[in-house]
């Protein structure tokens, strides 16, 4: 293979016929994954580990996936349905293996410190109503592209892996919601059937969207799903992602979000409560998340805002 020579010695393994789960990517691969954190998110099964050198025959997968390099160079060569690709991954670079997919041959020399991302696409689980599949019912099988350079889709991937990274600090309605988001996009984009545009023009209708807005405001210091929120509005969770961004114009985690940092911008001016305290009280899942989303939506820290109001 040509490129600069990366010294990692590559590990020969006998493995046959391995079926890739997403949490153990490849082998002899260690996760960089702790239990809490995998038990955490909410998403796509997903799974970081360490990149190493090696060589490896005959893996197969039932569900679609997509792989990538988070951190360090690497270089590979695959074979797959009677085809050869040589890559080193960049910055934009993603693997987008079919559903059902086989590889007969792959060998990867990886530096030290290389880290893998590898995501698991069970549609079937992540939209159980099975409307996203049935939207684009032509164009359902995903083209299988392993040097794909896709700078959105390599972005909502390092989003993944940086929010699983944190112990998934937004909740199990940010998860769902990126990972619905992924799917979207993927259909959209690299569907066999070619582009196709995924607009929906529906909207909720009055009674579903106060359901869904009362149940916010009841619940709001609790960690929502998306389930529980399509579920007040009688509608599968992709349907209803579409359907409460036409209606109010963002998505129901940057709705909720909204509705968190008001109430605790009142909660910081109308009383004395620990920060910490605000912070469980309005649904953040620490005093730290409550800091960082009030520096990014008002420009000042919580206490900062406090001190600032007059009659505190």
Request: aromatic content about 6%; proline content about 5%; overall charge positive.
């Amino acid at each position: 293979m040509s490129g600069q020579h990366l010294s990692q010695p590559i590990l020969p393994t006998s493995l046959r016929a391995m079926s890739w789960a997403a949490d153990t990517p490849l082998p002899h691969e260690p996760s960089l994954l702790r239990e809490p954190q995998m038990a955490a998110w909410a998403g796509f099964r997903v799974g970081i580990s360490q990149a190493i050198s090696i060589e490896m025959e005959k893996q197969h997968g039932e569900h679609a996936a997509l792989a990538m390099i988070l951190k360090g160079r690497t270089r590979g060569r695959i074979r797959s349905r009677g085809e050869e690709c040589d890559f080193s991954p960049g910055l934009n670079s993603v693997g987008l293996f079919a559903p059902k997919f086989e590889v007969s041959w792959t060998r990867w020399q990886c530096e030290p410190g290389a880290e893998r991302f590898i995501l698991e696409l069970d549609f079937a689980d992540l939209d159980r109503a099975g409307d996203l599949e049935q939207m684009l019912a032509s164009r359902r099988t995903l083209r299988q592209d392993l040097t794909l350079s896709d700078h959105q889709l390599a972005s909502l991937m390092r989003l993944i892996a940086n929010e699983i990274r944190q112990g998934s600090p937004h909740g199990a309605l940010y998860a769902t919601s990126l990972s619905i988001s992924l799917a979207a996009y993927l259909f959209s984009q690299h569907a066999a059937g070619g582009r196709t545009p995924t607009r929906e023009r529906g909207v909720l209708t009055a009674i579903q969207k106060k359901q869904v807005l009362e149940l916010v405001q009841r619940r709001l210091h609790e960690n929502l799903s998306l389930d529980e929120l399509a579920e007040a509005a009688g509608a599968s969770r992709f349907h209803f992602l579409r359907l409460f961004k036409n209606s109010l114009g963002m998505t129901p985690y940057q709705f909720v979000m909204d509705q968190r940092i008001t109430a605790a911008r009142q909660l910081l001016e109308k009383t004395s409560l620990p920060l910490v305290d605000v912070a469980a009280a309005t649904g953040f899942s620490s005093q730290s998340h409550l800091s960082t989303a009030m520096r990014r939506r008002t420009g000042l820290s919580p206490g900062h805002w406090r001190r600032s109001t007059p009659h505190l």
